[in-house]
């Protein structure tokens, strides 16, 4: 007699989700991935119109503001809490970095990607860790970056603040696995986001830096990638949302790398 194996259910349907940095990339896609899963998600970005755009087609809330800011994290919680009924998975996602070397980088350049990268993601953490212990359990996936796995001279600062971040993770994942909350981190390589490919973005900033055309920099990235390519947005999303979920009931503290083979290491 043959067993029947029911379909991979993640459990997500009702959960209260908020996404930061979700007005594009890899945040847009975590917040319609979880949409789609029925879960309830708050959107939450600098890009009011285009935040409001992507909740619009999702059924979704959103939440406008500089996560850099404590009392903007504070609305977030508050949000959660009075108008959604709680809070059951945080993905902090809201990151940036630009091509500058370790002698060109400015006080206040390091200290902005700290306050992205470790103080906003720690505050909203810290918010949103107990609450949801209080409620039997939760999920929060930092995303992060190969980087911050290894150094990299193409920008110190996101390097050293993701690798912070890394450990921040970590910390909150001991600090509260015995209240059910479960705290991991995702590693992305390159991504074919804005980041990258926007005008502007890491590609041309490459490019303007080696005295290469944007399409050799772009090959040249790509090459660094053990499959050879770019990830897409959406599939850095699949292993967030895999994440929030109920399957990935066991995996706490880790730091999933999604890197395309980048990071070279069985760990």
Sequence with gaps: MGVTIASMDLGLDGKVCVVTGASRGIGLEVGRTLCAEGARVLFVGRDADALAQAA?????????GDITDPEVDERVVATCAEQMGGVDVLVNNAGTSFVRGLDELTDEDWQGLWELHVMAPMRLMRAAAPRMAARGGGRIVNVC???G??????NPAYSVTK???????????DAYADGNVLVNAVTPGP????LWTAEGGMADQNAAAKGIS??????AQSAK???GRFAEPAEIADVVVFLCSERASTVTGAAWSVDGGTFASII
């Design 225 to 227: 990638v053990p499959l």
């Design 149 to 154: 796995k290894r150094p990299s001279l193409t």
């Design 145 to 147: 970056s190969s980087a």
């Design 163 to 173: 690798a912070a971040q890394l450990s921040l993770s970590r910390v909150f994942a």
């Design 191 to 194: 991504v074919a986001s804005g």
């Design 214 to 219: 944007r399409e050799e920099a772009l090959e």
């Design 56 to 64: 619009e087609d999702c059924g979704a809330e959103y939440l406008a």
